[in-house]
């Protein structure tokens, strides 16, 4: 059973997951694809996938088989378990509890080599409007606190497989960065009653330099004090808390502008490895007038060292002005 | 000249280092290393590096010449700059500041191809024993609050250079992630009167489970919520918040400690790559209760993607019990 651990000094958890636990001598070397034999997301091989828990197919198509446009699959080695109770223990000084919570993967499209960037605006609506249901439906679990939904494309991103995926993870936990964006964006708003994220749209609109696109009621920008080269935020332009709480209109919307991201990210760096992070607000928060919710897009260019490990303090050799400007003259 | 911004929402600073800037082609792909042509850290091309900060040499030699044991120089493409005030200013909602700060290499030895978990303990004992010096030496700046002491060991672990070195960054800023250790323990110690370090180390040499060794005055464990598989943390086991208020006698036993620590790493993982992290008290702090210092070694065995960027909830596929009992077998 994996487990959820906090650490005694920060109170960062972290999840123990020992269904993916390896023997030391599996560390000595980069775990190795299997290259070349059948995807397992693609059509014809839906019954090497964990059975479909939600799908966008024909109704004449039957489940877990062909003829699907998008898939959503429990993961198959999940960090999470999803069955059983949290039973929080403390251990002398440690806290702990059982490692429960849901691990799901969404298969994007039947196209192994279509991507965000190149699939059809409805495709990428459907990937949108699909996290939205799993958050919609995992809310009803009383056990979870919060889901988030996150991208791997390319291998140095962390991907382990090629097909076109996403995935979510619900925990009984809101996970630490989630909580020092709702402490940080409260304490704006004791100060100011005004919504942090909406301030800073307000500002770099005027100001311009930093942003990359608006249209379709979201804009795209490179934040001020970006981690990454080229870390790239896409905001509803109208305060929202949460994600879940978006329409059908509003998550089209959304699908554009992180096409033309892609598009301009990979005109621009040639078609990086890249991560994207799905901040909404906690499942159990209801509408937040002091925070905003926004994807986080990385392309991975750059590797995280011992100083970042160590201090927190990110270095990045991009200032984001020149980022915002070279990818606003990129082909989107 | 390079910047210190801050994110306005959770307050984390980052460093924008125009100095190693790039264009977006150069992001294209990995920087390439010269492999092959001569090491500008070995004896004969220390024209080669900035001139000698320090170094150990016999007093027959002359600075940058050959003879010694052990460099110090400034970092050839340092992240912040050594000149300059702070000149702290806000732009709108947003904070910044001159990105002053120093960024020095500890050439750790001659040798090419030895490295700190071969290297005799009197040589390790000076590399630690150079750490205390350049920080007592950069406190006398009035500008910087930290000093982090980190190191990168092989290209994944984000080393640009095969030859054996660490690094150094002096800041103006305090590091969040100590500010987090500070901040934790303080409440720790507000509640309990103890130092939550000590008080894991107590926990932890009655339990066993997670104790790697411990021997001179130093003990080496895996802590009880890990980020990383094999992630190994030493401490002294009495309590001192200042690694430079450490003596010749206590460097000497750390030394003795990380090279066991690293040789058992070698044995079980097959010399992986790794990173360390020195942790210490701020600068203008003085003696501290609450803080207890401490090294902490990473092995580079895994790939950080989407959810551990998006959450700071890490997923951890090696309990620390197993990779202590795994360490605790490996010839030292």
């Not at 919060?146 to 991208?151: A, D, E, Q, R, W």
């Not at 402490?183 to 005027?206: P, T």
Request: glycine share 8%; charged share 25%.
């Amino acid at each position: 059973m994996p487990e959820l651990r906090k650490d005694p000094v920060v109170g960062r958890w972290v999840i123990i997951s020992t269904e993916r636990a390896r023997r030391p001598s599996d560390f000595n070397t980069e775990p190795v694809r299997a290259r070349g034999g059948p995807c397992v997301f693609c059509t014809g091989n839906e019954d090497k996938t964990p059975p479909e828990i939600v799908a966008v197919r024909p109704s004449d198509t039957r489940r877990d088989g062909p003829g699907w446009s998008l898939r959503v699959v429990a993961n198959k080695f999940p960090a999470l378990r999803i069955e059983g109770d949290l039973e929080p223990a403390g251990e002398g000084l440690y806290d702990r509890m059982n490692g429960v919570g849901a691990h799901e993967v969404v298969i994007e499209t039947p196209d192994h080599s279509a991507s965000l960037a190149t699939l059809p605006v409805d495709a990428v609506a459907d990937v949108f409007l699909t996290f939205r249901d799993r958050i919609v439906d995992l809310k009803k679990d009383p056990r979870f606190e919060y889901v988030l939904v996150f991208k791997n494309h390319g291998e140095a991103a962390g991907a382990s497989l090629e097909h076109p995926h996403s995935q979510l993870i619900a925990t009984p936990i809101i996970p630490i960065m989630v909580s020092e964006e709702l402490s940080g964006s409260q304490a704006y708003w004791n100060r100011k009653e005004r919504c942090v994220w909406c301030d800073v749209i307000r500002q770099d609109r005027r100001d311009r330099r930093r942003v990359v696109a608006e249209a379709g009621g979201f804009i795209a920008l490179e934040p001020f004090a970006p981690r990454f080269p080229f870390e790239t935020w896409v905001l509803p332009v109208r305060h929202g808390s949460a994600f879940e709480d978006s329409g059908v209109e509003e998550l089209r919307g959304l699908a554009e502008m992180v096409g033309t991201v892609l598009r301009r990210m990979n005109g621009t760096l040639g078609s990086p490895p890249f991560n994207f992070m799905l901040h909404t607000a906690p499942l159990r928060d209801g509408a937040l007038d002091h925070f905003h919710w926004h994807l986080e897009i990385i392309p991975k260019l750059t590797r995280i060292a011992g100083y970042e490990w160590g201090s927190g303090f990110f270095i990045n050799p991009a200032p984001p002005e020149d980022a915002a400007e070279a990818l606003r003259a990129a082909v989107p």
